[in-house]
């Protein structure tokens, strides 16, 4: 369709990557680097994938790029869980600006009690 | 019944991933979603009278923009914090109660909350989310309850119970 | 002029995968190196995009699905593994 606008779509998603990549980097822990991962990485790159929609039009390569953004939501919202569930349960601590935890009650007596 | 709406579904993914209507095409897909939905259709969940309900579909495209409106929102809040130089970030794990009851509804409203402002979904039991949240706010826990689920549940109710 | 843009835009895309790289040789847990094979896997995405239009052709976004899929797997299972479960549980 139009090439300027696909332009802005890939350039706002790129931004948006280098946010996430950037709070990879700078936040305290496991579960703060989840949060940008998440969000900031996955938006940019679904703006990325509308901007080649808008390249293409909706043709083969334009449906694709836009049917990778459910995939890509679905995935990536489901991955960030089990990492951060599997990163409590194998001990990780968090972060020492924490305020409040109320899932450790519940860790701990299942641990104690030997199920999972 | 409920096989032959899998069989449909996947055949549908196909052809839109392909994009391809030659008449080979239509038939290693057919092939192909046939015997996926031999091997793994015991395992999906969904309810399937439901999906020929039309006023699900009209609240679920509603849900779709208001979901886009909140990720935008969560995007903008997690850079903010992430550009300030003292980064104001007050994380915390907190219990959340919903009102949902079937799986299938709040594997969603998991999923939901995953992607909006600062939160991401640890663990469920029961009733009972918990919810990591990048800046928890001072108050009593039905606040946090409202502030973390209140804006999809009831649309969620309307779209999977 | 697109083209320009397009390639810095890409070069930009790859200097955050070293980003990503940085993160993964350097975390301090296990966690945390595969929160950055987790991005890194998303990043590919990004990257495979760009390359479709630039070369125009079908099979490279073909290439970025399966590698988020593929990466999608791989994290589960790790996740799994952090989890001290087996993998038939």
């Not at chain 1, 509308?50 to 939501?73: D, H, R, Y």
């Not at chain 2, 392909?18 to 969940?45: A, D, P, R």
């Not at chain 3, 070069?11 to 993964?24: E, H, N």
């Amino acid at each position: 369709m139009s090439d300027l606008l696909g332009v802005i779509f890939i350039s706002i998603g790129i931004i948006f990557n280098i946010l996430g990549c950037l709070g990879l980097i700078r936040l305290p822990d496991v579960y703060n680097r989840l949060q940008s991962s998440t969000k900031c990485v996955t938006l940019g790159t679904c703006s990325i994938l509308l901007g080649v929609l808008m390249f293409f039009g909706f043709n083969s390569i334009g449906v694709k790029a836009l049917f990778c953004i459910p995939l890509l939501f679905f995935t990536s919202t489901v991955g960030a869980h089990a990492l951060a569930r599997g990163a409590y349960w194998f001990g990780v601590k968090l972060a020492d600006k924490t305020k409040i935890d109320e899932y450790k009650d519940l860790v701990k007596s299942a641990k104690e009690g030997g199920t999972a | 019944m409920k096989y032959l709406v899998y069989t449909l579904i996947a055949f549908g993914f196909w052809l839109l991933f392909t994009f391809n209507l030659s008449i080979q095409n239509i038939i290693v897909g057919l092939v192909i979603s046939i015997l996926t939905v031999v091997f793994l259709g015991s395992y999906f969940v969904a309810d399937v009278g439901k999906l020929g309900q039309p006023l699900r579909y009209y609240w679920f495209i509603v849900y779709v923009f208001i979901f886009a409106w909140e990720c935008l929102k969560a995007n903008l809040d997690v850079a903010y914090r992430i550009l300030q130089v003292n980064m104001p970030i007050e994380p915390g794990i907190v219990k959340v109660k919903t009102v949902l009851k079937t799986d299938v509804a709040r594997a969603t409203l998991a999923n939901s909350i995953t992607m909006t402002p600062g939160t991401i979904t640890i663990d469920m039991k029961d009733d009972t989310l918990f919810v990591h949240w990048i800046y928890v706010p001072s108050g009593n826990p039905t606040e946090y309850t409202h502030q973390v689920v209140g804006r999809f549940e009831k649309y969620i109710k309307k779209i999977f119970e | 002029m697109t083209e320009q843009i397009l390639d810095i835009l890409l070069y930009i895309q790859i200097g955050l995968c070293f980003l990503c790289l940085y993160r993964i040789v350097r975390g301090p847990s296990i966690a945390d190196r595969m929160v950055g094979l987790d991005i890194f896997g998303i990043l590919v995405v990004g990257i495979c995009a760009v390359l479709a239009i630039q070369t125009n052709k079908m099979f490279i976004l073909d290439i970025g699905i399966a590698y988020v899929i593929l990466s999608f797997v791989g994290v589960l299972s790790l996740a799994k593994y952090l989890e001290g479960r087996k993998l038939n549980e």
